[in-house]
């Protein structure tokens, strides 16, 4: 796929049009990620800025976000919402609230009128944007808490 027509192909997805600046970034930051540049991950990377665009994360760190989510989701196996909930919670090492929790599920279909039922089956293809979720929630904390220490650490490092 030529430059300008992929530029051209996010920027429909996108919504908005971009600088070269911001495009070369973008470029930059699907290489390092491991992303080839076609149209599915253009449109995944789209996708993710207008659904996230209010966030500190850099373009880097949503990806890693996602691609963690997407292991979860290979697995294909089918897990209780218990067993969910406790593992969001060690996700987000037992500082996200209940209700930050529940809300993570707002993406999965609803079944009986609700989003999460602790009794309920869940595919772990529909969880993808929920752990997603909650790897974005453990990143922002991390950034804030490197943005509040002072200390010069790099906001692209995931440990």
């Given at each position: 796929?030529?430059?300008?027509?992929?530029k051209?192909?996010f920027?429909?997805?996108?919504?908005s049009?971009?600088?070269?600046?911001a495009?070369?970034?973008?470029?930059?930051?699907?290489?390092?990620?491991?992303l080839?540049?076609?149209?599915?991950?253009?449109?995944?990377?789209?996708?993710?800025?207008?659904?996230?665009?209010?966030?500190?994360l850099?373009?880097?760190?949503?990806?890693y976000?996602?691609?963690?989510?997407?292991q979860?989701?290979?697995?294909?196996?089918?897990?209780?919402?218990?067993v969910?909930?406790?593992?969001?919670q060690?996700?987000?090492?037992?500082?996200?609230?209940?209700?930050?929790?529940?809300?993570?599920f707002?993406?999965?279909?609803?079944?009986?009128?609700?989003?999460?039922?602790k009794?309920?089956?869940?595919?772990?293809?529909?969880?993808?944007?929920v752990?997603?979720?909650?790897?974005?929630?453990?990143?922002?904390?991390?950034?804030?808490?490197?943005s509040?220490?002072?200390v010069?650490?790099?906001?692209?490092?995931?440990?």
């Amino acid at each position: 796929m030529k430059n300008n027509h992929a530029k051209k192909y996010f920027e429909v997805h996108y919504e908005s049009e971009i600088s070269d600046r911001a495009w070369y970034r973008l470029k930059r930051a699907l290489r390092e990620s491991g992303l080839e540049i076609n149209r599915d991950n253009l449109q995944l990377i789209a996708d993710l800025k207008r659904r996230i665009s209010y966030t500190k994360l850099s373009l880097k760190q949503l990806i890693y976000c996602h691609q963690q989510a997407l292991q979860i989701a290979a697995q294909r196996v089918v897990v209780k919402g218990d067993v969910v909930y406790r593992e969001l919670q060690k996700l987000s090492r037992n500082k996200a609230h209940r209700t930050t929790i529940l809300r993570w599920f707002q993406s999965v279909p609803q079944k009986e009128g609700k989003y999460f039922d602790k009794n309920r089956d869940y595919k772990a293809e529909e969880l993808v944007p929920v752990f997603a979720a909650a790897c974005l929630y453990v990143q922002k904390k991390l950034s804030r808490k490197i943005s509040k220490s002072g200390v010069g650490g790099n906001k692209n490092d995931f440990t």
